[in-house]
């Protein structure tokens, strides 16, 4: 290497430092948060590594009585809708592909722009009427506005580029359509499967608007859980940080994991809920 | 549907196989989620016009009021603010991600060791859960304990309020907006970036051209297209934003942080003012439409007077 391409290199990295430095350090940030007791987060200047770790603070945040509840609620929830949206998801957009029906994506299009606040007036007015409100299933149900247009936009996506001959040949063959779909078309789709999939679970997970309007006490998904924690205890960081962390964690792990597919439904799709 | 099943094996035997045979339905692929659709999408907008037009208030009887909730919009301070409040907001946060996207994005285009990994670390604010982040800023934030007026004055800057001040609220929501959805430009650009041939770049470097002006005339041009979606994605969900400012600042202090989703939210589940809220959900909507149109105008209107200028 000459002096120039060392250079290069040297301000290559500078430049990738500074670029992933806001995420890292936040991130870093809100785990020292979460280690630390109240005497070391409200020091001035603040304390980054602390002497004593307080691992308390995970330990109140699991043992706080609801806590589990709603981690239970959030997996109910998110698990739900994911999986129905994947159920009726996933044929559709095999469907649109197929048809070529391009002009259906209107109707995801429309679905994309939409505040998720306007679907809450007239659903909320529904399950009130219908005496659901109180279970889980008006947010398993609204959630739908999220997972769906997910699934169905990131499966068109993927059957367009999927070849058609194989299917063409099935069919003549004497296979039905449905034969087609569940051994033709939908192995070759697998990567596709797990990018819909990935998606409609993490932004399902994060949603927070549909939960304050729609939960109660006891069903509260884990954002709005810790929203609430916010107004009732606003002096004790570490174990709100450490329960913001908790909620986070699971889907923090998977982007790390999964980028790959995270970054190929994303640029594909570009799709966010909500 | 019982002569149906039953015709149609004679029909087949009758005619020659190749000449019979048509391309299955695929209707029964997307009956399903059509009723899905039907039920939790187009649904709510129709029944949210209807009751636009209603004086619809919860616990108390509904009158068909025409466009009354309509007109109320105009003289409605608190809305003509919020108005203002979300387009300012949406500005900064279409504005800045994609200068800082573009940035990212040309990184990244270079290879270096673990990029896929960094590249994920890069994204995490995004995939991230809003309200706890949300969480984590407000602690930062704080004028006395906070880590942001500690980093400011290491550099020799006087310490903020940010967020408790009604003139920096919106700027520090803005910060905060950015550092989120960077990412997603980016990864847009990026994709962009792996479209472009490397001709142009080869030409270039035998003319001599430096990195700037590669990146001004090569570059820029060829990524316009995907900068442009980026911005558009950007807009349509910055105008939405809801979850960072409502967790943090609720739209104050006052109502400085106020926009358009945070107000709606409190017509509609404060003070349960159905009618009137449907109202803005409509012209909010109507708005996205309209900026997202008055982008696609600008677009074509660039790409007119561009291509006038390549044939003079």
Redesign the interface.
């Known amino acids: 290497m000459n002096p120039r391409q060392i250079l290069g290199q040297i301000g ?2 500078l ?2 430092l500074v ?2 430095s ?3 350090l ?2 870093l ?2 785990a020292s ?1 979460s280690l630390k007791f109240e005497i070391d ?2 020091a ?3 304390v980054f590594f602390p002497e004593h770790i307080a691992w308390k603070n995970y330990a109140d945040v699991f043992a706080s009585n609801r806590f589990l509840t709603y981690f239970t609620n959030s997996l109910i929830v998110t698990g739900a809708a994911t999986g ?1 949206a994947m ?3 996933v ?2 957009g ?3 592909a ?2 070529a ?1 391009h002009k ?1 994506a209107v ?1 995801i299009l ?17 399950f009130q009427w219908l005496g659901l409100l109180g279970t889980l299933v008006p947010q398993i ?2 959630h ?2 999220v997972t ?1 247009p997910i699934v ?1 936009w990131i499966m068109i996506g993927y059957f367009e580029t999927t070849p058609l001959e194989l299917e063409e040949a099935a ?2 063959d004497g296979a ?3 034969q087609v ?1 569940r051994h033709v078309a939908l192995p070759i789709a697998k990567p596709g499967l797990a990018v819909a999939l990935i998606l409609a679970v ?1 932004f399902s ?2 949603n ?2 549909f939960g ?2 729609l939960a109660g006490r006891e069903t509260r998904t ?3 859980a ?2 609430n924690m ?1 107004s009732f205890d606003q002096l004790s ?1 570490g174990p ?2 450490a329960a ?2 908790i ?2 964690a699971p ?2 792990l ?3 994991l999964a ?2 597919q ?2 190929a439904g ?2 594909a799709g ?1 799709v ?1 809920g ?1 | 549907m019982s002569a149906v099943t039953e015709a149609s094996p004679v029909t087949a035997q009758d005619a020659a196989p190749e000449r019979e ?1 048509r ?8 009956i ?6 039907l ?7 129709v ?2 016009i209807w ?1 636009s037009f209603n004086e619809w208030k919860v616990g108390s009887p509904t009158t068909f009021v025409g466009l009354a909730n309509y007109l109320r919009l105009p003289t409605d301070p608190r809305f003509v603010e919020a108005v203002g409040h979300t387009l300012s907001y949406t500005a900064l946060s279409v504005v800045l991600p994609l200068v800082f996207g573009t ?2 994005a040309v ?2 285009h ?1 290879k ?1 060791a673990a990029r ?10 995004m ?7 949300a ?2 800023w ?3 934030f704080h004028p ?2 906070g ?1 942001l007026n ?1 980093l400011l004055s290491l550099v020799g800057l006087p310490p903020q309020l940010w967020v408790f001040n009604p003139t920096t609220v919106i700027p520090s929501l803005v910060l905060v907006e950015t ?1 989120q959805w960077t ?2 430009v980016m ?2 650009v ?2 962009g970036l792996a479209a472009i041939p490397t001709e142009p770049y080869e030409s270039a470097q035998i003319d001599g051209a430096n990195f700037w002006q590669v990146f001004r005339f090569i570059t820029l041009p060829l990524i316009m297209p995907f900068l442009f ?1 980026a911005g558009m ?1 950007r807009m ?2 910055a105008v ?1 934003s ?2 960072i400012i ?2 943090i600042t609720q739209g104050g202090p006052g109502s400085a942080s106020e926009t358009i ?1 945070v107000y ?2 409190s017509v ?2 404060v003070y349960y003012d ?1 009618g009137y ?2 109202a803005i ?2 012209v ?2 109507l708005l ?2 309209a900026l ?1 149109a008055l982008l696609l105008y600008m677009r074509k209107r660039m790409l007119w007077t561009s291509e006038l200028g390549g044939g003079a």
């Open positions: 290559l990295w430049s990738v670029i992933v806001p995420a890292i936040f991130f940030w809100m948060l987060n409200a001035y200047p603040p129905l159920l009726v998801g044929p559709a095999y469907g649109i197929r048809m029906a259906s109707v429309i679905a994309r722009i939409t505040p998720g606040l306007s679907y809450l007036i007239p659903l909320f007015l529904l149900i609204i739908l506005v769906v169905i069919l003549i039905t359509r449905w779909f993490i997970w994060n927070f608007v304050i309007v884990l954002p709005v810790v929203y916010i960081w709100l940080a913001a962390l909620v986070t889907v923090l998977l982007t790390v980028q790959r995270i970054v994303l640029t570009a966010k909500g | 045979w391309p299955p339905s695929y209707w029964p692929f997307v399903p989620a059509l009723v899905v659709v039920a939790v999408i187009i649904f709510p907008w029944f949210t009751m940035l990212a990184v990244f270079q270096f896929g990994f960094l590249r994920g670390i890069f994204i995490m604010p995939m991230a859960t809003p309200v706890a982040i969480l984590v407000t602690m930062m006395q304990l880590v500690y550092w990412p997603l990864l847009i990026l994709g979606i994605i349509i969900d939405k809801f979850d409502f967790a989703n709606l939210y509609a589940f159905l809220g449907s959900a409509v909010f909507f996205i439409v997202a």
